[in-house]
C-alpha cells in the first residue's frame, strides 16, 4: 500500500516561513517526478513545483524565486522550502509523486494559511 505523508504545514505570517516535507511509504516503481499542488476552495489543484529523477525543477510563475524544491532520492521525500509567503500563498499543499508509466499518487494534503 503507497501512502504519501505531508508534514510541516500551518499558520505564518506574511513575510515568514514554512518547509513542507512528503515521506513515501510502500513500493512505488521507478518514481519520475515528485512535487507539490496547491487548491483553494472552488478553484482547481494547480502545480506549485515539481522536481524530475534528475534533478530537473519546474515552477510557478507566482512562487519562483520564493519556493525551493527538493528531493532526497534515497528516502523517496520530497521538500518544499516556502519563503516570503503571501496571504495568496494560503491553501492546502499537496505532494505528488509519478513515476516513468504516469501513475500519480497523492498525499491527503496539508494546510499552509499565511495571515496578512
Known amino acids: 500500500q503507497v501512502q504519501l505523508v505531508e508534514s510541516g504545514g500551518g499558520l505564518v505570517q506574511a513575510g515568514g516561513s514554512l518547509r513542507l516535507s512528503c515521506a513515501t511509504s510502500?513500493?512505488?516503481?521507478?518514481?519520475?517526478?515528485m512535487g507539490w499542488y496547491r487548491q483553494t476552495p472552488g478553484k482547481e489543484r494547480e502545480l506549485v513545483a515539481a522536481?524530475?529523477?534528475?534533478?530537473?525543477?519546474d515552477y510557478a510563475d507566482s512562487v519562483k524565486g520564493r519556493f525551493t524544491v527538493s528531493r532526497d532520492n534515497a528516502k523517496n521525500t520530497v521538500y518544499l522550502q516556502m519563503d516570503s509567503l503571501k496571504p495568496e500563498d494560503t491553501a492546502v499543499y499537496y505532494c505528488?509523486?509519478?513515476?516513468?508509466?504516469?501513475?500519480?499518487?497523492w498525499g491527503r494534503g496539508t494546510q499552509v494559511t499565511v495571515s496578512s
Open positions: 505528488n509523486v509519478e513515476n516513468v508509466l504516469k501513475r500519480r499518487y
Open positions: 522536481i524530475t529523477s534528475g534533478g530537473s525543477t
Open positions: 510502500g513500493r512505488i516503481f521507478a518514481i519520475n517526478s
